[in-house]
């Protein structure tokens, strides 16, 4: 069974860094695009980054852009989201996202999801 498995999340302190880790269990995540997708209390899940298949090309949210950088590790099997200069305003579940199609990651609908990983940004 296709799973998908977030860590990393966590307690950091305005303009800290987080670094959140997305293992694919059971199937390579080589093959998939990866998004990463956010939800604070009340407000709309958020998209974030994603990253394509197979040529890994990255696309960001105007509100992480410059901050947040999503990368593979094939060998490991493992995607990544590099949190900086984090604020109290992404505080919020983070989530995980698979599909074959980069354009369903992109738009919003991907196929297989992650538990979520909480990231709290406080002083």
């Known amino acids: 069974q296709l799973q998908l498995e977030e860590s990393g999340g966590g307690s950091v302190q305005p303009g800290g860094s987080l670094r959140l880790s997305c293992a694919g269990l059971?199937?390579?995540?080589?093959?998939?695009?990866i998004g990463w997708f956010r939800q604070a209390p009340g407000k709309k899940r958020e998209g974030l980054s994603c990253i394509s298949s197979p040529d890994a090309s990255t696309y960001y949210a105007d509100s992480v852009k410059g901050r947040f950088t999503i990368s593979r590790d094939n060998v490991k099997n493992t995607v990544y989201l590099q949190m900086d200069n984090l604020s109290p305003e992404d505080t919020a579940v983070y989530f995980c996202t698979a599909d074959p199609r980069t354009q369903a990651v992109f738009y919003g609908t991907p196929f297989y999801w992650g538990q979520g990983t909480q990231v709290t940004v406080s002083s």
């Open positions: 059971g199937f390579a995540l080589e093959a998939y695009a």
